[in-house]
């Protein structure tokens, strides 16, 4: 087999350098020089670090969802190198050309160098595009073979099948614009703004017809009040406090008293002010009044008069029950003198009592002491006279017969009279202190009345008044003031009257036509609210007008797209199709299902694919791929898409990258993947990568490996053993 | 210009009474380009006005 080296049209790999990156500790070099290449070894000795390296790289990134909620740092970084820098270089060449591409990951950097061209960042990324002719997206879809893009196309579920020939194809760039443009939302929120606006209309609408109700309701009100409609109106509530105020005053004139008229009343919110005015003149009237003035006076000398008439009374009564009980006591114990008297007579009676028990008792000390002497001395003679006693003279029993007489029986009368005498002195005693007690309250009393009656002929403005006329000319002054008081009284009831009666006016004011030209103001203005409500809801159907037509425009694009991606699909399986098909004979082998149609066919809101497979020139055999061909048999099927569609892909790379391709396959089906892999790349540098030592052999009897630059990984130890062998 | 977006202008182009639709595409697709997926819910999202909940305001622009 002969390889052609670079054919000078379009970019080939040359080398791929890695340093400190995933399963290589330090640099490691894979050189290719535009030649095909071939990684092998076994599981985990750093094969899929070089498609890594390469599309990091080249892109920086991976597509949507390979590393989801995983940092590049953490996934690209060696495993037991944390933290240190990892970088990777791609050198690929066209002819004399030579394309030099490096990144580094912490630093982010970006180079891009053409012979002694170089540029980075932005600027760079952007070369790169454009002299590679396509993009991230392109490149893993176009020149990246990987197994699990494959396996995907053999999911039962229809609608991953899809998404799996969406991202083979490049149409999930529009199948993420149609997840997200819905136009559907934009009609809702029309609707939703619509809906907002009726709500809003019928909002007031009811308030109206309640508010329309309740003027009804007050009208009638008012009309019970004797109102009238042509006072309905901020006019007719002027006129009507107006007149309240003029005969208010008028009033305030006839009971004596002038007073400032009310403010005028034209709007509802003044009618607390004027209703507050109101009240204090009507106040005034009642309290200053002529006829309040000359009342007061006569209340306060009735009060007076009427206090000292009772008081009289009281005390009158007071001094006759202290009179009363000085005479009781005479009539019980006579005269106070005569009590005075018996008092003395008893002291002198118990002064004789009291003189004769102290003889009484100097005699029977005597006897005792005679009684002492005899027994003691036994005299023969009279101890006093001397004078010899008789023989038979018992002189000791004598003394104590008489002094026993002397002790139980004259001590005893006298003690008995000494009692007597003085319980009738403490009787006397008692009854003069009531006689002192009944004179001192009694001249208590005497002076109090003298002092009331005083007063009473200050009140009544007499001169002096008998005791016994007070009480007359009290209850005649009181009786004069009485008539007086009746006449004025009637006059006030009368005024009360006039009182009452405009009072029911202001209140039937304030009650009844005020709520009417309030409700009738409150109509007045919800219905210009309800004209600026209008103009509100022209903006939000103006608003639901926009979401209408932004969802009728989403519709458009939503079509276009779907439009634009069955035409792309079926253009690119157009031209896959012929090379497809070719491979699909070579690795499927089917002995009577040979021919592979794919189509893209249009939906209503999508575009499905069909794998159809059929004997050729017979439609009636056609049948679902998956529904006849075996798993192996349908990952072949697929890789003869992925062949055919990454050969007719467009672009500036004249090389694939095909990594582990014989999954599920069986021998005879790896023999002929290796073959169409050694006749593929005679057209263009293929790099492949594989673990299947069977399929290491086949390449080399299809006559792949002796072309090939061999990468042989051998094993890892924290950095891959490499072998590498170079054709001369 | 991508295939999908030069073939998506063609379409709406073709159309009568679509250049608006055009203009937003252009859009989309600008922020398509510029952010990916997020960028493009960012400007769509922009267009979407929605009733507030409670956004019942009356004609002083009370709630």
Known sequence: MTVPLANGERWRLVSITVRQFRGVAKERRFEFNGRPGLLHGNNGVGKSTVALALQWTLYGRFPEGVLPNTAYDRFLSPIHLKGKPYSGEVVLSRGREKLVVSRDGPTKEFKLQIGSTSWSGPEAEEKRDAVL???????????????????????????????????????????????????????????????????????????????????????????????????????????????????????????????????????????????????????????????????????????????????????????????????????????????????????????????????????????????????????????????????????????????????????????????????????AVEVLRHFKEGRVELDECQKDLERHRQKAVEATGGVGIAENKVAARLDEALAKLAQEREHLGAGIAAMEQDLEAIDLRERALREGLVPVVEKRDELARHEQDGEKAKALHERDDGRAQRMEALAARLEAIRKALLDAKQELASESLRKAGPRAQELYGKLVRHPVLDTLEIQATPRASKVDYTFTVSAKGSSATARDARLVLSDGQLTATALALFFGLAESAGHELDFLYVDDPTQNLDLPCKEAMARAIAELSRRRQLVVSTQDEDFVSFLETAGFRQEAVIHHLEAWDGTPTVHTVAPA | MKPIDSTVTAKLQAQRGQAEALAIWQMIWAAYEREGVEGTEAYLAGLLELPGEGDHEDVEGRP
């Open chain 1, 133 to 427: 002719g396509l993009d991230m997206d392109s490149f893993v879809r176009a020149v990246v073979l990987q197994q699990s893009r494959i396996r995907a196309l053999l999911l039962d579920d229809p609608r991953e099948r899809n998404k799996a020939l969406d991202r083979l194809l490049g149409m999930d760039t529009v199948e993420h614009l149609l997840d997200v443009i819905k136009p559907r939302e934009y009609a809702k929120a029309a609707d939703a703004w619509r809906a907002k606006v009726r709500a809003e209309a019928q909002r007031y609408e009811e308030r109206e017809r309640l508010l329309a109700e309740q003027l009804e309701g007050a009208q009638q009100r008012a009309r019970g009040l004797k109102f009238l409609n042509k006072d309905f109106n901020p006019t007719g509530l002027r006129t009507r406090y107006a007149e309240l105020g003029r005969d208010l005053a008028a009033l305030g004139r006839k009971y004596g008293l002038d007073f400032p008229e009310l403010p005028p009343c034209a709007e509802t919110r003044q009618v607390g002010a004027v209703s507050r005015a109101f009240q204090k003149g009507l106040q005034a009237v009642r309290l200053s009044s002529e006829l309040r003035q000359r009342m007061s006076p006569i209340e306060k000398s009735i009060a007076t008069l009427t206090a000292l008439r009772e008081g009289w009374s009281e005390r009158l009564q007071r001094r006759d029950r202290a009179r009363e009980a000085i005479e009781n006591l005479v009539s019980r114990h006579g005269e106070e003198k005569r009590v005075l008297e018996g008092r003395a007579e008893l002291e002198g009676e118990l002064g004789d009592l009291q003189r004769q028990l102290k003889a009484a008792g100097a005699l029977r000390q005597l006897l005792e002491d005679a009684l002492a002497f005899v027994e003691r001395e036994a005299p023969r003679g009279c101890p006093v006279c001397e004078q010899p006693l008789p023989e038979r003279f018992d002189l000791g029993p004598r003394l104590q017969q008489r002094m026993e007489s002397l002790a139980s029986e004259e001590i005893a009368k006298l003690h008995g009279r000494r009692e007597k005498a003085e319980a009738r002195l403490a009787q």
